[in-house]
């Protein structure tokens, strides 16, 4: 036995631990019963602890600095499981253990807190617990090193720093404000009628599996909020159902398919390894979001659907397919993200960035939270915040010490951008096929290109080597301004 093997058996091992742990959340979201709720928080924190421990353990450095003198230089995929594990290692014996234990407690205690002040639209009540997670957010990045924001950000988006992030949202701004007010003074027609649930979740079973979700090795439940979880070959995926909204369950399960998609795609062989899940958030964000919008909301996907919903509900309130399409697309006033349309989804997420910069720079209080987000709310979106539920509490991200994740859902725009571009000009057939209510093609070639090579990459190599050219927002500019501005007349 090699001291790598020694190592990759040890780290086959947290892997699995870690899908056993991932399983135990989604059974929380999905099944749990409520009365169980205390018991699996005890659960969860002890399978946090050896996680924790095993990732800190200075048997696993000894190890890995000896597997690391091994390496022979053509061994690539060696280089790459070594290199995720150095990083993993590095950030977890970066953290006192102190600090990591007071993190876990004050957020599952944020959790709690800001469910409730959201539900009371009480802001004032969640700032002292949320001072707490940003107190010690802000020491876990010093101890992290370098540029404090960049130290959260890279825990999400390996590479990434906010100098590059800002100079692409300075680049998309301008844009995405102009076609905003294009689309926004344009009329949209909305699908109306009563959609049962079971039809909605037979549709939604349907479109995942023309998707190429493989429900051999994953299931599709209900949950508040749907999610993907899992890797390798049992990766699960969640929705939900509106009655009156059809595209909530159908585009939920298209956006979970393609983060599911993402992880079944893997090559087997990483499976159970450092290699063997996606790359990246953004990257991740990416797979779904393409999914769900440049395929899912595409002008021939939507002249298949429109048939298929016909034949499924008795009403759709839409004489025809042309009026469909843009029924999916609406763009509209919104306080929300998660219901945001394709055109002001990235100024919602940019709001956040530059918001939880000044935060984790000092330049900006908690206690100044609310009036700032509010000032910014009016400025971007013309209308102003009359809740905080649909303002500064909508999001969960920030009570669980999520900072410097909220722009790697930006970032997968921009990718999904750059990788539809690329997609498109090797797939010149793939809308007749969509057409048909057939993806199968655009799902193999991601796969090929972006799925199968798991953390092989880092994000921005492994978008260059997919499409040829460096991370650019031009592809998926262009992409918006010409789709909606076709839409907008
Ligand atoms: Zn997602």
Not at 137 to 158: C, I, S, T, V
Not at 172 to 183: I, Y
Not at 274 to 282: E, I, W
Request: proline share 5%; net charge negative; aromatic share 8%.
């Amino acid at each position: 036995m090699t001291a790598y093997d020694d190592l990759m058996a040890r780290e086959r091992e947290t892997e699995a631990l870690g899908q056993v742990a991932g399983r135990l959340g989604w059974d929380q979201e999905t099944v749990m019963p409520r009365g169980g709720a205390d018991q699996r928080a005890e659960e969860s924190g002890a399978m946090q602890a050896v996680l924790h421990e095993r990732r800190c353990d200075p048997a696993r450095g000894h190890l890995l600095a000896e597997a690391e003198e091994e390496l022979t230089p053509e061994d690539s995929e060696s280089a790459a499981q070594l290199r995720l594990i150095r990083r993993d290692h590095d950030r977890a014996i970066r953290v006192p253990a102190d600090l990591t234990v007071a993190l876990a407690r004050v957020t599952s205690r944020a959790q709690g807190q800001w469910a409730e002040a959201r539900a009371a639209d009480d802001f004032a009540a969640f700032a002292p617990v949320l001072r707490e997670v940003l107190r010690l957010k802000r020491e876990e990045a010093a101890a992290l090193g370098g540029d404090p924001y960049d130290a959260l950000l890279d825990g999400f988006e390996p590479g990434m720093t906010a100098d590059r992030l800002s100079a692409l949202f300075g680049e998309m701004r301008p844009r995405l404000v102009a076609l905003s007010e294009t689309a926004l003074a344009a009329d949209w027609p909305q699908v109306s009628g009563s959609f049962p649930h079971e039809a909605q979740m037979r549709l939604a079973r349907e479109v995942a599996r023309r998707f190429g979700y493989d429900f051999t090795r994953g299931r599709l439940d209900l949950a508040v909020h749907p999610f993907s979880s899992g890797s390798g070959d049992d990766v699960r995926i969640t929705t939900r159902v509106s009655r009156a909204d059809p595209f909530n369950c159908l585009y939920s399960t298209i956006h979970e398919t393609g983060h599911a998609c993402y992880e079944q795609g893997i090559d087997p062989d990483y499976r159970l390894t450092p290699l063997g899940q996606g790359v990246s958030m953004g990257v991740h964000e990416s797979q779904s979001r393409l999914y769900e919008n440049q395929l899912g909301r595409s002008h021939a996907f939507c002249g298949w659907l429109f048939e298929r919903m016909r034949e499924s509900f008795d009403e759709l309130g839409v004489p025809d397919a042309e009026t469909f399409y843009p029924a999916v697309n609406r763009v509209h006033r919104g306080y929300i993200r998660t219901e945001a349309d394709e055109v002001q989804y990235n100024l919602h997420i940019m709001l956040r960035y530059d918001l939880e910069r000044a935060l984790i720079a000092g330049d900006l209080e908690v206690g100044d939270l609310e009036a700032a987000w509010n000032d910014r709310f009016a400025a971007d979106f013309g209308q102003p915040v009359r809740r905080a539920s649909e303002g500064v509490l909508q999001d969960v991200h920030w009570s669980v010490g999520l900072f410097g994740y909220f722009p790697t859902y930006a970032l997968g725009n921009v990718y999904a951008g750059c990788l539809n571009a690329a997609m498109r000009a090797d797939l010149p057939d793939l809308d007749a096929q969509l057409a048909v209510g057939e993806p199968a093609e655009a799902g193999e070639w991601l796969r090929e290109k972006v799925q199968r090579h798991g953390g092989f990459y880092e994000p921005a190599q492994l978008i260059e080597e997919a499409t040829g050219a460096p991370v650019s927002a031009e592809p998926l500019l262009d992409y918006l301004e010409e789709k909606f501005g076709a839409l907008a007349g």
